[in-house]
């Protein structure tokens, strides 16, 4: 059974850090890209940043400089490093992995809530 696992989220203030974790089970983590999405109120759920399986990365224009994806397959972990958060940050941020080998097979997680205060 597979198991998506966010964690990290909470309060911060602007121009603080946060750190989410991505933990998942029940799949070959190696060859799953991972990425991160948000959702904020009222607004349809955005790309934010990806690593594939070679560990290739990209991000949105809106947080790059600041965002910081990362992988451990060790430990089947992704992380998202979080610098200088902005209010508009805000949002619920959700893990989603996606097989290389076969691209229909995907898998969300929970999500994880990220509060940035002004």
């Known amino acids: 059974q597979v198991h998506i696992v966010e964690s990290g989220g909470g309060l911060a203030q602007a121009g603080g850090s946060l750190r989410l974790s991505c933990a998942a089970s029940?799949?070959?983590?190696?060859?799953?890209?991972i990425s991160w999405y948000r959702q904020a109120p009222g607004n349809e759920r955005e790309l934010v940043s990806t690593?594939?399986?070679?560990?290739?990365?990209n991000y949105a224009d809106s947080v790059k400089g600041r965002f910081t994806i990362s992988r451990d397959n060790a430990k089947n972990t992704v992380y998202l490093q979080m610098d200088t958060l902005k209010p508009e940050d805000t949002a619920v941020y959700y893990c989603?992995?996606?097989?290389?080998?076969?691209?229909?097979?995907?898998?969300w997680g929970q999500g994880t809530q990220v509060t940035v205060s002004s």
């Open positions: 989603n992995t996606k097989s290389s080998v076969i691209a229909t097979v995907n898998y």
């Open positions: 029940g799949i070959i983590f190696s060859i799953y890209h």
């Open positions: 690593i594939s399986s070679r560990g290739v990365t």
